[in-house]
């Protein structure tokens, strides 16, 4: 069959061979990646994240008094508690205190759902009491659980990742349908329960392979080609199993303990067959787009899960038919996003269709450091980047997904590695199915589209020729378009950013006294370093608040040895304006740290704890000075370091981190008014740092997260999930034991 230029080869991957991982195991050579740190680093446990038990009773909770100063708070607490007990015919005891400041009590019979609320609201009714609440039992709910997660570096991996799992808080894809026009779908364990009915539009019974022509089956049954086939010198191919790839990069079933996960796993794959070998003719293409957009195709019957995402990793050298743009014009106005690959030709896309039609999302393929990927065409048509990986030296370096080990006809589910713009365009479908997923299901395409490029990063590695708006970023996309969460940052967000450039930075004393900036890249990573003071070796503590001058400009706190306290504003770019004292007396603190926002009025503050282990709140008043401390806490001696991260927890408001004797690191997220709600540990093991700071946002993913020093002077992120603590850790510096501050 010679190829006619109305039957559009997808052969994108320019790939002969992919790198295979079957279901149920490695394949043989499989190649192991190297530990993210070296082995002889002891690294504190990743903090295993948390969620409420689907527990059906419940005998224990916590009950906050008003005024917790009072002697008799013990007495207070159990008379509440029993009196709301006997209501219900049990009896109450109180157990012991928090501390953050709450009495845990027990019952001597669990209560059912029903009955502890009843518990709980007649408890809130006491006069005394402040707030009451189960004691909620917490299990584990790690990231991501799919065996081959960590090899999907496309998801997660700084620089050139699109931070997926930072948008997994908000969504992961449920409601929306996305069609995937492709050679079809094969069944395997990772997909078939994120895969709806779909249809296979080869009219064709001899291309399809299948006995007949259109049917309600888009089973791919291999696009194999023997030579010269395709066309004259045209080589033999195996089949590419492309459809299966791209879905499973799109909604593959995610933290189910198997394989891998799709960028949004809660979505919904419409599979249309429109590929067959040797490629797919336009009018088979055209009409699947329409079927796939909820439109009225002769001979078929009607679609009933329109699609709000229309994947469409295939194409030729061709301008924009008429066909191909009516089709999309339909599917755009039937309110699907049209996502297109660009081409893997190293050439100008503008010659590509059906990438260069209007209406579409045109995506052009990365590597893993980030850049334009050696084979994806470029240029002004296109929008977008996603990750599309680069083999050439590294195999794992591909995009890995859902596969057959068949080389002609479909044989055994598996996992491959396989490169291409095919694979970048699905990522772009995947975020676009959870930003549609977070507005409810319903999202103008070009709404989408301009919210997609709004929130893309600069490729990390760079790019020639044009990648359009930048790199997809998930975690962005979503964070932007949430109504409950400000584009800028928030007070309690704590701004980090020195140097004005958008991203959070590091400031680091070394042990000369000279202070270094260290600009992050919004990537987890570092831009050069530059020396920005001397002399500071006389401060015996270093603070960065945020904005405590109400100037929209990261400034830094500093005591000296004489317990003067001094404000330096920063000016925005790198540098100072005159500092000023704000204090004195700071030299019986032996903590000083600024949380960000911690009572909610807009302002940055500080927290400091005393020589007797009293934790003080200090208010800053916005023009850089304060309104009257109060004391938060005590016991707090036993912490052994405290930081504020910002809001860390991801509620709106800013929390505090401390460590304690045994090594343990805990949560205490602030309620938004200069208190705490109940602390939780986070993290274990974590005596073997020797700094721990919390610069902000450090990777650009949405989440606060933390730098961690150990004794051999090598520095980790940490990086935050949200309420469920950290997702992992991976080394970002050494030789930082010369660093005696870093804030």
């Not at 303990?257 to 799709?262: E, Q, S, W």
């Not at 590929?275 to 336009?282: D, K, L, P, V």
């Not at 068949?406 to 479908?429: C, I, L, R």
């Not at 700094?691 to 150990?710: K, S």
């Amino acid at each position: 069959m010679v190829t006619t230029p109305a039957k559009q080869s997808l052969r994108f991957m320019g790939m002969a061979t992919a790198t295979l991982l079957l279901a149920g195991g490695l394949a043989g050579g499989f190649a192991v990646y190297p530990a993210l740190a070296d082995d002889g680093d002891i690294l504190p446990a990743a903090p295993q994240a948390l969620q409420p038990a689907a527990e059906v009773k419940t005998d224990q909770f916590i009950v906050g008094i008003k005024d917790n100063t009072v002697q008799a708070v013990k007495a207070a607490v159990e008379e509440a508690a029993g009196n709301a007990a006997s209501k219900l015919g049990v009896a109450a005891k109180g157990l012991r205190d928090t501390a953050a400041g709450g009495h845990v009590v027990k019952l001597d019979e669990p209560l059912s759902a029903v009955e502890a609320e009843q518990f709980v609201q007649s408890l809130r009714l006491d006069p005394d009491v402040a707030y009451a609440e189960p004691d909620t039992v917490m299990q584990i709910a790690a990231a991501p659980n799919d065996t081959y997660f960590n090899e999907q570096w496309n998801l997660w991996e700084s620089p050139g990742g699109i931070r997926a799992t930072g948008a997994w808080d908000y969504t992961r894809g449920e409601g929306v349908v996305v069609a995937v026009v492709d050679t079809g779908i094969t069944q395997h364990p990772d997909l078939d329960a994120n895969v709806l009915p779909g249809y296979d539009m080869i009219a064709n019974a001899a291309d399809a392979r299948d006995g007949n022509g259109r049917d309600p089956d888009p089973t791919d049954m291999g696009d194999w080609a023997p030579a010269d086939e395709c066309a004259v010198d045209s080589p033999a191919e195996k089949s590419s199993w492309h459809g299966t790839h791209v879905a499973g990069t799109i909604a593959a079933a995610g933290n189910n303990n198997r394989g891998v996960t799709g960028v949004a796993p809660g979505a919904k794959i419409l599979p249309v067959r429109a590929i067959s070998f040797c490629g797919g003719y336009t009018s088979d293409i055209a009409d699947s787009i329409v079927w796939a957009a909820g439109g009225v195709v002769a001979g078929v019957p009607v679609n009933p899960n329109p699609a709000k995402v229309i994947n469409l990793s295939i194409g030729g050298v061709s301008t924009c038919s008429a066909t191909y743009q009516n089709a999309i014009n339909f599917a755009h106005n039937a309110g699907a996003a049209v996502v297109v690959a660009v081409g893997n030709s190293n050439k100008p896309a503008a010659n590509f269709s059906p990438a260069n039609c209007e209406n579409v999302i045109a995506v052009g393929a990365s590597d893993r450091a980030g850049a334009r990927a050696y084979y994806s065409n470029y240029g002004s048509n296109v929008d977008l980047t996603a990750p599309g990986g680069d083999m050439r030296t590294d195999a794992l370096s591909g995009i890995l997904s859902t596969y057959n080990t068949g080389t002609t006809g479909k044989s055994e589910p598996a996992y491959a590695f396989v490169q291409g713009t095919s694979m970048a365009a699905p990522h772009v479908s995947g975020v676009a199915a959870l930003l549609i997923s977070a507005q409810g299901g319903s999202l103008a395409p070009a709404t989408v589209e301009q919210q997609l490029k709004d929130s893309a990063r600069p490729l990390p590695g760079g790019c020639t020729g044009g990648c359009g708006a930048g790199l997809v970023d998930a975690a962005a996309a979503l964070i932007a378009y949430d109504g409950n969460l400000p584009v800028a940052p928030s007070p309690a967000s704590k701004i980090t950013d020195f140097n004005g450039d958008g991203k959070a930075d590091v400031l680091a004393r070394d042990t000369a006294g000279a202070l270094w900036l260290y600009p992050g890249n919004g990537s987890g990573g570092w831009l050069a370093a530059r020396q920005i003071g001397s002399g500071w070796n006389v401060m015996t503590a270093i603070e960065a608040p945020g904005d405590f001058n109400g100037d929209g400009k990261a400034d830094v706190i500093a005591r000296d040895s004489k317990g003067a306290l001094w404000l330096y504003p920063g000016n925005g770019s790198g540098g100072w304006l005159a500092a000023r004292q704000i204090g004195s007396g700071w030299n019986v603190m032996s903590a000083i740290e600024a949380p960000g926002d911690f009572n909610g009025d807009g302002k940055a503050d500080v927290i400091a704890r005393d020589g007797n282990g009293v934790l003080w709140l200090y208010p800053g008043n916005g023009s850089g000075g304060w309104l009257a401390a109060k004391q938060i806490g005590w016991g707090w001696n036993v912490m052994t370091a405290i930081d504020g991260p910002g809001d860390f927890n991801g509620d709106g408001n800013a929390d505090v981190l401390a460590r304690n004797s045994s090594g343990g690191l805990l949560l205490y997220p602030g309620n938004g008014a200069g208190g705490w709600l109940a602390a939780k540990q986070i993290g274990w093991g974590w005596d073997v740092m020797t700094a721990i700071e919390g610069p902000g946002d450090f990777n650009g993913d949405g989440q606060m997260d933390v730098l961690a020093r150990n004794a051999s002077g090598n520095l980790f992120l940490y990086e935050g999930y949200g309420s469920n603590g950290f997702f992992r850790s991976y080394q970002v510096g050494s030789g930082w034991n010369i660093i005696n501050a870093i804030l």
